[in-house]
Nanobody, 123 residues
Framework: QVQLVESGGGLVQAGGSLRLSCTIS????????MGWYRQAPGKQRELVAA???????NWGDSVKGRFTISRDSAKNTVYLQMNSLKPEDTAVYYC?????????????????WGQGTLVTVSS
């Protein structure tokens, strides 16, 4: 089955940088969208940045201008470069993808999530 694996989280001081990686493995026919969401303690999950259909990029308002999303299509990997980090960026970051694959013997379009990686930004 298709799996999404994130890495790169950790502890960083305010103003610092981190780079997150997400790699998709398994039987995969198509990737329709792929990107990052985050969830802070006591808050709702929110969009960070994602590649969508048509080559467009969707951004969360709180991170646009500080973060950069990139991809290596040959490796089925998406990166999130996080700069000028703020304590408000502290959250569990989740990789998300909408893919065409087979789940329980059914072919279709499925939304998948990684296990999450914790980013903590200290003051």
């Amino acid at each position: 089955q298709v799996q999404l694996v994130e890495s790169g989280g950790g502890l960083v001081q305010a103003g610092g940088s981190l780079r997150l990686s997400c790699t998709i493995s398994g039987t995969l026919f198509s990737i329709n969208s792929m990107g990052w969401y985050r969830q802070a303690p006591g808050k709702q999950r929110e969009l960070v940045a994602a590649f969508a259909s048509g080559g467009r990029t969707n951004w969360g308002d709180s991170v646009k201008g500080r973060f950069t999303i990139s991809r290596d299509s040959a490796k089925n990997t998406v990166y999130l470069q996080m700069n000028s980090l703020k304590p408000e960026d502290t959250a569990v970051y989740y990789c998300n993808a909408d893919v065409e694959t087979v789940v329980q013997s059914k072919y279709g379009d499925f939304e998948l999530w990684g296990q999450g990686t914790l980013v903590t930004v200290s003051s």
